[in-house]
């Protein structure tokens, strides 16, 4: 079994242990019971769906500021974009050739080029992680400040927030030095990997080119950019708190912001589950029942925001059929993207 098939294999069986953890928590929970809360949320669930294309459309329009720094690339394109990379990332691994982040690069190829598209995208999501750091480290003060968080939560938080920041660091710094230095003093160390670097030279230096160009960008712009990924994260909250009041309870704006902080933080805990199966939804009653709601309080508001994102993986496969759009390289376009310049 080669490399590939071997992970294709990983992300089935991960995703296959989420689903069980799923069904799990919702027979733990009671089926009724899950069933009669979340059938609450009734017409809300459209405005729940908007306000998800609102953190869209501003993610969207940060990484058109970032994706300028090149060349111009219309809005509409990357909305699509970024609303079928999440469509992706919660279809793997059942229809997805590659990540969300990479059909990014691949959907808007005919506006800009792999070698611009990808270092783009990077750093688009670095200024995404970034936000969302100030976003959770900011949240998670507030909630212990205002809230009885237990220590154990309060440590696990910090834990995975402390590997957050030092994620984004190694980022910053590969991305300022540059990746082929740093490959070609690694190469010293491990003469095997010379062959390979002198394969890739051109490439990585096209690569490092991209990002200085990048860091070059209008500090104003790339300010911008961040304050709308922070946004988005906020939008978040909204939903959460959106869903809670649909399910007849009581929202204080604390509550709503530890419950939707404590999610994102297990979802990058347990990144390698795709799509989070049964990860989210843990963590959304886990999050509730410790603020005083009831279980299935919290699962209905994980399903909720599930059925959410089964709604936009649908239309993702819909946006793929009407526009054939294919999230893979031909061997041309791996061709043109191994040319210099």
């Known amino acids: 079994m080669n490399i590939n098939n071997k992970k294709k294999l990983a992300r089935i069986i991960l995703t296959v242990l989420g689903l069980l953890l799923l069904a799990i928590l919702i027979y733990r929970v009671g089926p009724r019971e899950v069933w009669e809360n979340t059938r609450q949320v009734g017409y809300y669930f459209i405005l729940i769906c908007l306000i998800a294309l609102g953190w869209i459309f501003l993610q969207s329009a940060a990484w058109a500021i970032v994706q300028s720094a090149f060349q111009p690339v219309p809005l509409r394109a990357l909305f699509k974009a970024r609303l079928m990379a999440d469509g992706v990332t919660t279809l793997v691994p059942m229809s997805a050739n590659v990540g969300g982040e990479a059909a990014r690069a691949i959907i808007i190829r005919q506006y800009s080029p792999l070698r611009e598209g990808i270092p783009g995208i990077l750093f688009d999501k670095t200024v995404e992680s970034f936000a969302s750091l100030v976003f959770l480290t900011s949240g998670l003060f507030i909630s ?21 920041t030092v994620v984004i660091a190694v980022m910053i710094i590969l991305q300022l030095k540059g990746v082929y230095g740093i ?100 963590a959304s009653l886990l999050a509730a029942t410790t603020v005083g709601y009831p279980a299935a309080v919290g699962l209905s508001l994980g399903l909720v925001r599930r059925a959410r994102k089964v709604v936009y993986a649908l239309v993702t496969v819909i946006l793929m059929l009407a526009g054939r759009q294919k999230l893979k390289l031909s061997p041309g376009e791996m061709n043109n993207l191994k040319k210099p310049g």
């Not at 212990?144 to 957050?164: D, F, G, H, Q, W």
């Not at 030279?201 to 990002?211: A, P, S, T, V």
């Open 183 to 282: 490959l070609h003093r690694l190469a010293r160390i491990f003469p095997r990997s010379r062959q390979w670097l002198l394969e890739k030279e051109e490439i990585l230096r096209q690569f490092d080119r991209n990002m200085r160009t990048l860091f070059r960008h209008s500090t104003l712009k790339l300010a911008t950019a961040f304050l709308m990924h922070f946004a988005s994260r906020w939008l978040g909250v909204l939903e959460v708190y959106v869903i809670v009041r649909a399910l007849g309870w009581s929202a204080p704006l604390t509550k709503m912001l530890f419950m939707s902080v404590f999610v994102v933080i297990a979802n990058t805990a347990f990144f390698l589950i795709p799509g989070q199966w049964g990860a989210a939804e843990g």
């Open 144 to 164: 212990i400040l205002y809230l009885r968080i237990p220590e154990k939560y309060k440590i696990s938080a910090l834990t995975v927030l402390v590997s957050i």
